[in-house]
């Protein structure tokens, strides 16, 4: 039997312990976004927030999966409040969008936590999840650019969702997701 690491030593692995938290309240926050898109009767952009709830989910296992791999011990966090209540459709958009550039940023500091050790391995990892980040951006972006030129009629932006069905692509070099991907 292999003995799990109990406390790694490294600032690599001591981020990406952080970053299983920051990936589990991405989909926590996607899910209070696509219940208040629910409630509000738009289904697609329910939609839309649920499944990436699902991506981020995954994506936070599939760090958890990296790091059994490399024989660490995973702590499953506990996650920040959510915010559940928005004055319109753009709000929870444009809060989306911060969060993946936080996100990005968070990567950007794994990769350079990663290269500062000399741990090729978890670099190479962590080079998915920037590739990732950028389609994240650029898919928040174009959404927030629907929603602003749609000038209030939400009914486009649910056509919009619909016709393009955004951020539905599976990437089959996606890492190994502990218990399976969703």
């Known amino acids: 039997m292999v003995s799990l690491k109990k406390n790694p030593r490294s600032k690599?692995?001591?981020l990406l312990q952080a970053q299983i938290r920051n990936e589990f309240h991405a989909a926590q926050q996607y899910v209070a976004v696509?219940?208040?898109?629910?409630?509000?009767?738009?289904?697609?952009l329910?939609?839309?927030?649920?499944?990436?709830?699902?991506?981020?989910?995954n994506h936070?296992?599939?760090l958890v999966q990296y790091l059994l791999d490399t024989g660490h011990h995973v702590e499953i966090p506990d996650v920040p409040e959510v915010r559940n209540?928005?004055?319109?459709?753009?709000?929870?958009?444009?809060l989306a969008l911060?969060?993946?550039?936080?996100?990005?940023?968070?990567?950007?500091?794994?990769?350079k936590a990663a290269r500062d050790e000399d741990d090729f391995t978890g670099e190479q990892f962590v080079q998915w999840f920037l590739k990732e980040q950028v389609e994240e951006i650029a898919s928040m972006n174009r959404l927030l650019n629907v929603v602003d030129m749609a000038k209030g009629n939400v009914f486009d932006v649910e056509q919009f969702l619909f016709r393009e069905s955004v951020g539905e692509d599976t990437d089959s070099t996606?890492?190994?997701?502990?218990g399976g991907k969703l």
Request: charged fraction near 30%; aromatic fraction near 14%.
């Open 85 to 94: 209540d928005f004055s319109d459709i753009r709000e929870p958009i444009v």
């Open 34 to 44: 696509a219940v208040w898109f629910d409630g509000k009767d738009l289904p697609q």
């Open 98 to 111: 911060e969060q993946e550039r936080g996100v990005e940023a968070d990567f950007r500091q794994l990769a």
């Open 12 to 14: 690599f692995y001591e």
């Open 60 to 62: 936070a296992m599939a």
């Open 174 to 178: 996606m890492p190994p997701v502990a």
């Open 46 to 57: 329910a939609k839309h927030f649920y499944q990436q709830s699902l991506e981020e989910r």
